[in-house]
């Protein structure tokens, strides 16, 4: 208890209190701009800590990195565009009620869920950090492996009555992961001879891509985001947080999750996303069906990914192992303010270490209020016409793409992406199979080889590797044998020929991709590239004959209201001018950036874009395009450019 009121003590000093509000502004702010993610902000704000003691510099860092998580549900629920890799199972659900006029009710469960999580991975982390550190050496390369692969059968969940297509897809996503420099044996992968390939596909990219441009085309068609003109009110707000206490067990399981499974170096947030996404979808509730704007959709991701933050600290602490890429770069930090991890934290640094608790806490708190206060004014924005937003939120993902890498090919990149997800969209195939594939592939192919290196393939027979891809592959016979029960549901499968030609060129694109590997790679590049590419022709092939069966189906009998099977349908014509709408808007700003700059392309971007999509007022659009422009110049110029502490800054700090 001395220790604990010590801590408290501490960080009652004004200035650090002034840093951990600070941390979760700036954590807000970082959350909402697609493609900046909280990596970039914690590179940007360690700088500033230098002159920093340890309780303020770790309330700065921790207080922002503990709510990205949080904002980044403001776009993915109001325009389907993940705000970060954290966000991407939110979209399912939460943008669809957002469509349907609840975006209101949306944002109170998901801030209420995160703001129970975060203080829950707070007390997981303060009461696991002496009992840690067994626990996780414990686990061997082989148990890294086995735990990837469940999250992987997650698929099989999230592609509803469609399992094939899911594992299909999800094998796609990790052959696009595959694409680089091999890290195993140096070699080129698909790159292609081009030297931008060579890190992979960034996933901020990727992500952008495949859920971000299909549903600014979807957006760009309705006209506006909500469904209809109902004005959103707290009352709305307050049914999600009822909904978050009314699902109190779910919200529990799912922050356990997040904070047990973030501990375990290797496993990212977007694959605890999905694994709570996917515990939620096996029991729906009442309401609507998973990804059709059943709540339990948004809170059970959003407890789990805040809950990750207090998890992933556990290792970093207790023996300097980054329990995610953001730690990695919090290491950093404890050196430059000379602190060790391991037995010191327990000892003569404990009461950095309750600060730390304490933060996150305070922090997950502080963001979470700060978000509801703002539900209402956040919702209105699912009533502005599209022709102001569509622009907008374009400009915002290219140009955040654009500073990846500061090439052409970034723009390129997006497209080419954007136009896979519009495709898979089209088509019904499940865009968050593919991203998990995409996000799981690496890891899962580092664990395999490392695995088979040790212990050829003996390493198969241990206890908690068989349990747990048991439980995998349980799980994807229980969805397959319940889409055949229900293949007599003529609803089951889409009766489109371009379906057929879609899943054949899947085939002969994994059937190539396993002949090149096998061709061009050694053994140790090739065997786990080989075998996701085989699988890829095969659940491929599968799918394609599945939907030819489906497409031999009798028309039902004369008078029905059914479109003809394999036949194009009209609504088909809207949407593909939608996609090629948004993907003329990426070009035209690209094209923009590459001429002028990235300033002065969006001023006459937005306001263009605005003005051609149907706005009546020059001066409107003139006046949004300013803000517009000053918004990027702060986010991607003033900040990143700016030293740290700037002169006036440090002069405010030594004064404190």
Not at 53 to 68: H, K, N
């Amino acid at each position: 208890m001395d220790l604990i009121l010590t801590a408290i003590a501490e960080m009652a000093q004004p200035f650090r209190m002034l840093m951990l509000v600070t941390g979760v502004f700036a954590g807000l702010v970082v959350g909402v701009v697609p493609g900046i993610g909280g990596l970039f902000a914690m590179a940007l704000l360690i700088p500033m800590t230098y002159n920093m003691d340890p309780f303020a510099a770790f309330a700065l860092l921790l207080g922002m990195g503990s709510v990205t998580t949080t904002s980044d549900t403001i776009p993915a629920i109001l325009f389907g565009v993940p705000g970060s890799v954290g966000a991407a199972a939110t979209v399912l659900d939460g943008h669809a009620m957002a469509k349907k006029g609840e975006a209101a009710r949306a944002f109170g469960a998901s801030y209420s869920a995160s703001m129970i999580g975060g203080v829950f991975g707070a007390l997981v982390l303060a009461a696991a950090i002496p009992v840690m550190r067994p626990l996780v050496l414990y686990l061997k390369t082989p148990d890294f492996f086995a735990i990837c692969a469940f999250g992987l059968s997650i698929v099989a969940i999230l592609a509803g009555s469609q399992p094939l297509k899911g594992l299909a897809a999800a094998m796609l996503g990790m052959l696009a992961s595959f694409i680089g420099i091999d890290s195993i044996a140096g070699i080129e992968r698909w790159s292609f001879g081009q030297i931008y390939l060579w890190d992979g596909l960034p996933i901020s990219l990727v992500f952008l891509g495949l859920f971000g441009l299909p549903e600014l085309a979807s957006l760009l068609m309705r006209g506006s985001i909500q469904g209809n003109a109902e004005r959103p009110t707290y009352a709305g707000m307050w049914q999600g947080i009822r909904d978050t206490l009314r699902e109190w067990p779910l919200v529990l399981r799912c922050s356990a999750i997040g904070s047990l499974l973030g501990a375990v170096p290797g496993i990212g947030i977007a694959v605890l996303d999905w694994i709570a996404y996917g515990h939620a979808s096996r029991r729906p509730g009442r309401g609507p069906k998973f990804g059709q704007g059943n709540v339990r959709g948004v809170i059970a991701p959003e407890s789990a990914n805040n809950a990750k933050e207090g998890g992933s600290l556990i290792p970093t602490i207790a023996f300097g192992v980054p329990g995610s890429a953001s730690m990695s770069i919090l290491l950093g930090a404890f050196v430059i303010h000379g602190l060790v991890p391991g037995p010191d934290m327990l000892g003569k640094n404990a009461a950095i270490t309750v600060s730390m608790v304490l933060s996150i806490a305070v922090a997950n708190i502080v963001g979470a209020v700060t978000c509801l206060l703002l539900t209402r004014q956040l919702a209105r924005i699912a009533q502005v016409s599209a022709a102001i937003l569509v622009p907008l939120v374009v400009t915002f993902i290219v140009v955040g793409a654009y500073q990846t890498n500061m090439s052409a090919f970034d723009f390129l990149l997006v497209m080419l992406v954007g136009a896979v997800g519009m495709a898979m969209k089209e088509f019904n195939w499940p865009r968050s199979a593919f991203s998990l594939g995409f996000v799981l592939g690496p890891s899962l192919e580092n664990y395999f080889f490392l695995a088979y290196q040790i212990s050829g393939w003996a390493w198969l027979k241990q206890p908690l590797v068989l349990i747990l891809l048991g439980l995998a592959i349980a799980g994807v016979v229980r969805q397959t044998v319940s889409w055949i029960k229900a293949r007599g549901n003529a609803d089951a499968l889409p009766p489109a020929l371009p379906d057929i030609a879609a899943s054949s060129a899947l085939t002969l694109l994994g059937g190539a991709a396993l002949v090149t590997a096998l061709l061009d790679f050694p053994f140790e590049a090739a065997i786990f590239p080989a075998i996701t590419a085989g699988l890829l022709a095969l659940f491929s092939l599968l799918t394609t004959i599945q939907t030819m069966l489906r497409c031999r189906k009798p028309v039902p009998a004369s008078g029905a209201d059914v479109t003809p099977v394999g036949e194009w349908q009209p609504s088909d014509g809207p949407a593909l001018r939608g996609n090629l709408t948004v993907l003329g808007l990426c070009l035209a700003l690209a094209f923009l950036v590459l001429l002028a700059g990235h300033l002065a392309a969006t001023f006459i971007f937005v306001a263009g874009g605005i003005w051609l999509l149907g706005s009546r007022s020059p001066k409107m659009a003139l006046a949004v395009a300013a803000g517009v422009t000053l918004c990027i110049y702060a986010v991607f110029d003033l900040l990143a450019s700016q030293p740290w502490p700037a002169p006036w800054l440090a002069g405010l700090f030594k004064a404190f």
